[in-house]
Structures are given as structure tokens and as C-alpha cells.
């Protein structure tokens, strides 16, 4: 995925953003990164992305 491609359609959060803010507060939940980057808390639709670039940093 590229950094500026946006994850987030409602909140217009880029997978870039979701990634930094994951690394930079060792986020570890959907609900983690919705309070972070507002990503994921409009229609929803994009949380099982949210989880995939979850499990990818974080194993
Ligand atoms: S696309 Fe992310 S909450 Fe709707």
C-alpha cells in the first residue's frame, strides 16, 4: 500500500498517518488508532484494513 493512499474515507486518514501514529504510540487496537487518527470512527468501514495494517506492524 502506498503511504499516501488513504485507509480512511470518512476521516481522510492515509495509510502513511496510520502507520506512524501505530509505531510512534505502539498502538495496538482499532479502538487505539480511531483515538489517535480519528481513522475507522465514521461508517467503519475500513477497520478490518485497520486491523491488517495492525497485524502487519505488529506481528
Ligand atoms: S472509511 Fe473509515 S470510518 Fe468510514
Same mark, same amino acid.
Request: glycine fraction near 14%.
Given at each position: 500500500m502506498?503511504?499516501?493512499e488513504i485507509?480512511c474515507h470518512?476521516?481522510?486518514?492515509s495509510?502513511g498517518e %496510520?502507520v506512524?501514529?501505530?509505531k510512534?504510540?505502539?498502538?495496538k487496537?482499532?479502538?487505539?488508532?480511531?483515538?489517535?487518527?480519528?481513522a475507522?470512527?465514521?461508517?467503519?468501514?475500513?477497520q478490518?484494513? %485497520?486491523q491488517?495494517i495492525?497485524?502487519? %506492524?505488529?506481528?
Open positions: 502506498d503511504r499516501d485507509v470518512c476521516m481522510e486518514v495509510y %496510520i506512524a501514529a501505530i510512534a504510540n505502539t498502538l487496537t482499532v479502538e487505539d488508532v480511531g483515538e489517535a487518527t480519528n475507522g470512527t465514521g461508517c467503519g468501514g475500513c478490518t484494513v %485497520i491488517e495492525l497485524d502487519e %506492524i505488529n506481528g
